[in-house]
């Protein structure tokens, strides 16, 4: 079981839609991250949420919006995706954001489908 | 952070110790070495961390190199439920929290 929880677990949208991706965690961490996963290839890091203010963007086009409502929420709301987007999104959370001597923690992930 | 090489896979019979190497030959001296595993369909799961000293938890044990350039993760009594990409991170310097995964390595354990 995971303590970090995404919702939903999969979606399906077309390319004018805008929707958005879940992730809650009540660990009391105050770092949590954004990974894209392609099939068959590693998980990439998209963002960092550092005691909810984004101190990494990893050069993530803008269609990509994350929001830290609160130390245990993230967002991450998508507007005008493209096919090439179709993947898997995942949420990870660790206790500090600066403790290189952290684990972090992931959810199992929104397979997201653009059509 | 450093980066990490790993054999793309590895095979290994149920109930033996399943020993996955990983190089880090240009790990700096505060990266620490990380173990992640991600079964089909989930998350990545947390499996070890060390700095310097070799690692036991109830999952696995990590031994580092001296130089620290290499390492091993040992599953002493390997399951089918074992089978999973396994990936060797090296980081933490910057301290930026973050994490860089290589292609990690795909250990199928047979029965």
């Known amino acids: 079981d995971t303590e970090v929880t995404q919702t939903p677990k999969h979606l399906v949208m077309g390319m004018t839609n805008k929707k958005s991706l879940k992730c809650e965690q009540h660990?009391?961490?105050?770092?949590m991250y954004w990974y894209k996963q392609k099939a068959k290839k590693p998980p990439e890091l998209m963002f960092v949420y550092s005691y909810e203010k984004l101190s990494i963007n990893e050069s993530v086009p803008s269609r990509f919006s994350p929001e830290c409502p609160n130390s245990s929420l993230l967002n991450l709301h998508l507007h005008a995706l493209q096919p090439e987007d179709s993947a898997l999104y995942l949420c990870?959370?660790?206790?500090?954001?600066?403790?290189?001597?952290?684990?972090?923690?992931f959810g199992d992930g929104t397979r997201l489908s653009i059509l | 952070d450093a980066k990490t090489t790993q054999p793309t896979s590895m095979d290994c019979a149920e109930g033996r110790a399943a020993n996955l190497p990983c190089n880090h030959s240009?790990?700096?001296?505060?990266?620490?070495v990380y173990w992640y595993r991600q079964i089909h369909s989930q998350g990545p799961q947390y499996i070890i961390h060390g700095l310097k000293n070799n690692e036991t938890n109830e999952m696995a044990s990590l031994i580092i190199t001296e130089d620290r350039k290499s390492s091993t993760l040992i599953l002493p009594h390997a399951t089918l439920r074992d089978t999973a990409v396994y990936y060797c991170i090296a980081a933490g310097s910057g301290n930026t929290g973050k994490l860089i995964f290589g292609q990690g390595t795909t250990l199928q354990v047979k029965p």
């Open positions: 990870a959370s660790s206790q500090e954001p600066t403790g290189i001597n952290q684990p972090q923690h």
């Open positions: 660990m009391g961490h105050r770092a």
């Open positions: 240009t790990i700096s001296g505060n990266e620490y």
